[in-house]
């Protein structure tokens, strides 16, 4: 087993805002130290080639399928991680012989379990030799070929930060990306004692309606919400899919509700009832845990929206706090999550587990790919 070690972990999450990249010194099961990190945004071509490939990719029949529009946005998603990792590198005085491993998540376009599909597009081999540095990639794959949810995968690296804090448990972690995910962290020590999955919707259908109505691609600090009115039976009917009646462990694609709900609403009310639409998804979720948590740390990009962060305080009575107040990072969480995952690789660890994923028994995962 080796010693801790330097490892570069990169997410491009289902909001399609950007590159994250987040250094990190781990050995797999514990951090030392949190590095340096950069967000690299897209550019509107960036992302709207992204956009096709995400409309495009439901139809395809096998993960491997590569259509015009999927060839087009993986060359985009890797040569936008290319150029992240080495502008992070330069700007950090880091060359490719500082670092052990990089963690590339790639950019999910299409997630049905189900289905045994999912999509992260984005060529290991490529950033591999393009950076001189090994590569982790497709970390997804080997947990839905073997029946799992393949989602979420940042749990185990929840559990490691819970037990650095020192808080009290049980504690909840809240991940708000495009989708909202909940580990559960109980009084157990092992990692078979963990729970998570995805709960429903974070800010992809509040960003999408706020591109749509305003031009932009988020409720910026909650505002349009804040000057809202919640259209409560609205939310009630959304809560009626049936995802909410399936057990856990259990994930959810991007795209799995629409905003139809909300089509004729004014943009303050929309965003509203879809900010509060992600909260009861949350208290839902909260209440199918095992104890009720005494904490609930908030990460992602919804944790900047104040808006939301009040309408899920007020609908699980459950004290939340976002994770810089404590010490972690709010917005390079998941990268780091995944630098953490490559290592957990390369010493043949398991990433995914029965109460996370829904898999059978602990599972590796992660395909090496070296320049």
Not at 53 to 76: K, Y
Not at 101 to 119: E, K
Not at 261 to 278: I, R
Not at 292 to 304: D, N, S
């Amino acid at each position: 087993m080796g010693g801790q070690r330097l490892a570069i972990g990169l997410m491009s999450g289902t909001s399609m805002d950007g590159v994250d990249v987040a250094a990190i010194e781990t050995d797999g099961r514990t951090v030392s130290q949190f590095g340096p990190t950069l967000f690299r945004p897209y550019s509107d071509a960036e992302r709207a080639a992204i956009r096709v490939a995400l409309d495009e990719a439901p139809a395809i029949t096998h993960r491997a399928d590569r259509p015009a529009e999927l060839v087009l946005a993986e060359r985009v998603v890797t040569e936008a991680h290319i150029d992240a990792v080495k502008t992070f590198l330069e700007a950090n005085g880091l060359g490719a012989q500082d670092v052990a491993v990089i963690g590339f998540h790639g950019q999910t376009v299409f997630h049905a379990p189900a289905r045994g599909l999912t999509v992260q597009l984005g060529d290991g081999l490529a950033l591999a030799r393009a950076i001189g540095v090994p590569v982790v990639h497709d970390f997804r794959a080997a947990d839905v070929a073997a029946g799992g949810e393949g989602a979420p995968l940042v749990p185990i690296y929840h559990a490691g930060l819970v037990a650095r804090s020192g808080l009290e448990r049980p504690v909840a972690v809240l991940n708000l990306g495009g989708v909202a995910n909940l580990t559960f962290v109980g009084r157990g020590k092992g990692e078979g004692d963990l729970l998570a999955f995805d709960c429903g919707p974070g800010n992809a259908l509040l960003d999408d309606w706020c591109r749509d109505r305003t031009g932009r691609p988020i409720d910026v600090d909650g505002r349009a919400a804040a000057e809202g009115r919640v259209a409560e039976t609205v939310v009630a009917d959304l809560l009626a899919h049936p995802f909410f009646a399936r057990p856990a462990p259990k994930s959810l694609d991007r795209n799995a509700f629409s905003r139809d709900a909300v089509a004729g609403m004014s943009t303050a009310d929309g965003a509203a009832t879809l900010t509060a639409f992600t909260a009861a998804a949350v208290a839902k979720g909260l209440a199918s845990l095992p104890e009720r948590p005494r904490t609930l740390v908030v990460a992602g990009g919804g944790a900047h929206n104040p808006t939301m962060l009040a309408m899920i305080a007020a609908r699980t009575g459950t004290p939340v706090v976002t994770a810089s107040q404590i010490g972690w990072s709010t917005d390079f969480l998941e990268a780091q999550a995944f630098g953490h995952l490559a290592v957990r690789s390369l010493e043949g660890l398991p990433l995914s587990f029965p109460g996370t994923t829904g898999v059978r028994e602990p599972m590796r995962g992660g395909v090496m790919a070296r320049a």
